[in-house]
């Protein structure tokens, strides 16, 4: 049984940092794309960063394009985001989520099929 928990989430100000971890399970962690997305409140949820064809690729979406860094551990089956220069606009809740499809990432618009229960990030001006 495939199971993806989050941890790193929390309260920042504005210019801060977080780093996100996603631990897996249940499955060969490396043959899987994985993703982070952003629920905020009252918005749809949005992918904001991607990895996948084993680590070789990564997706970005514009707003956090040179703040964010999406990044995995095989070993420690174990995927990651570090968010630096944090804005407002980044807060909401954060899910990890993977595919047994090795070239999804969010820009193709499928929806991933494993999720975990999320992680809160506040940041505040």
């Known amino acids: 049984q495939v199971q993806l928990v989050e941890s790193g989430g929390g309260s920042v100000q504005a210019g801060g940092s977080l780093r996100l971890s996603c631990l897996a399970s249940?499955?060969?962690?490396?043959?899987?794309?994985m993703a982070w997305f952003r629920h905020a409140p009252g918005k749809e949820r949005v992918g904001v960063a991607g990895?996948?064809?084993?680590?070789?690729?990564?997706y970005y979406a514009d707003s956090v394009k040179g703040r964010f860094t999406i990044s995995q551990d095989n070993a420690k089956n174990t995927l990651y985001l570090q968010m630096n220069s944090l804005e407002p606009e980044d807060t909401g809740v954060y899910y990890c989520?993977?595919?047994?499809?090795?070239?999804?990432?969010?820009?193709?618009?499928?929806?991933?099929?494993?999720w975990g229960q999320g992680t809160q990030v506040t940041v505040s001006s």
């Open positions: 989520a993977a595919d047994s499809r090795r070239w999804l990432s969010p820009r193709d618009g499928f929806e991933y099929k494993y």
């Open positions: 249940g499955y060969t962690y490396s043959s899987y794309s």
């Open positions: 990895i996948y064809y084993g680590g070789d690729s990564t």
